[in-house]
């Protein structure tokens, strides 16, 4: 079945650091993913939909300058969180849907990110 | 702006009791509902789907309802076992793009 790949699983970074997620869908064109975040004992928040070949689209409150997302081929999205901070620690996960209504959705693995 | 809220937060049962989690949703202009399982520090499993014009789904012995003029969807779990401790996501899809708003989540805690 489809599959979409993220990387790393884990980051552990001083603060100030620049750390790139990878999410990638290994045997689907994905126009379209979607990235999220969950902060301990919370539920997933939607921080971005990311389009292939333009702009992302950002959710209120997503500081776009701090996230940046790429998304230059139909088949690898990127999120970096940029000059990271201690308050960015969090469980970033991308998810890509497929099918012409879009209800086939696929998550990847999840990044778990620490900055200290 | 659609609010999805899952009752109860957590819950703790022993082995082989059947139980029922509860999602509900604010706007009932959904395409889609889902349920999810999440494993500690790790990715999604989606359980099941049910499109807005369907009433139910099984799957072995997950059953998920949606009555989405009530905004609400129950997730059925019959003769729990240690396997199901996790946490169960509710999410719904009001665009049909595949953008989901999340409940917080009931973790479930199955004791042998």
């Known amino acids: 079945g489809a599959v979409v790949s993220q990387h790393p699983s884990r980051v552990i970074c001083k603060s100030g650091t620049s750390v790139k997620i990878e999410c990638r869908s290994l045997?689907?064109?994905?126009?379209?993913m979607f990235w999220y975040r969950q902060f301990p004992k919370q539920s997933l928040m939607l921080m971005a939909t990311s389009n292939e070949g333009s702009k992302a689209t950002y959710e209120q409150g997503v500081e776009k300058d701090k996230f940046l997302i790429n998304h230059a081929s139909l088949t690898l999205s990127t999120l970096t969180v940029t000059s990271a901070h201690p308050e960015d620690s969090s469980f970033y996960i991308c998810?890509?849907?497929?099918?012409?209504?879009?209800?086939?959705?696929?998550f990847g693995s999840g990044t778990q990110l620490s900055v200290l | 702006k659609q609010e999805v809220t899952q009752i109860p937060a957590a819950l703790s049962v022993p082995e082989g009791e059947n139980l029922v989690l509860n999602c509900s949703f604010t706007?009932?202009?959904?395409?889609?509902l889902q349920w999810f399982r999440q494993d500690p520090g790790k990715g999604l499993t989606s359980l099941l789907l049910i499109q807005s014009s369907q009433r139910e789904q099984t799957s072995g012995r997950l059953n998920a309802s949606l009555d989405k003029s009530s905004g609400r969807s129950t997730l059925y779990i019959a003769a729990s076992q240690p396997g199901d401790s996790a946490t169960y996501l509710c999410a719904v899809d009001s665009s049909n793009t595949g953008k989901l708003i999340f409940g917080q989540g009931t973790t479930l805690q199955v004791k042998p």
């Open positions: 045997d689907f064109q994905a126009t379209t």
């Open positions: 998810s890509a849907p497929m099918g012409p209504t879009n209800e086939k959705l696929f």
């Open positions: 706007d009932s202009a959904i395409y889609n």
